[in-house]
């Protein structure tokens, strides 16, 4: 959900150039942004008992979800990239500081 309440759908797409996250409306599909990750290599977590790799979940306790997404580096170290929708610029931006993150909630 964006800010304004506006429903989206989420996606995580793989390339030959990479993973990236892309997000839409979920009325009209447009898409609203687009998020090249990191790493190359996608990877999953266990949430809720189910293996995933892509979560709208709200990990910082304040009611708005936020796009978790699990990969790997180049040398197969796991990353958990984690997005907050920020209302002022209308995109999501990467959580950096970890203390942000209710890490048990996942």
């Known amino acids: 959900v964006l800010g304004d309440g506006t429903p989206v759908r989420v996606m995580k797409i793989k390339t030959r150039d990479g993973l990236s996250i892309e997000v839409y409306r979920a009325s009209n599909y447009d898409l609203v942004q687009r998020i090249h990750l990191d790493q190359k290599k996608d990877g999953f977590f266990t949430f809720r008992g189910e293996a995933a790799n892509l979560v709208l979940t709200d990990v ?36 950096m500081n970890p203390m942000e993150l209710k890490v048990s909630d996942l």
């Open 60 to 95: 910082d306790g304040d009611d708005v979800p936020e796009i978790v997404a699990p990969g790997y580096d180049q040398n197969l170290t796991a990353q958990l990239n984690v997005y907050r929708y920020d209302p002022d610029s209308q995109l999501f931006h990467r959580m």
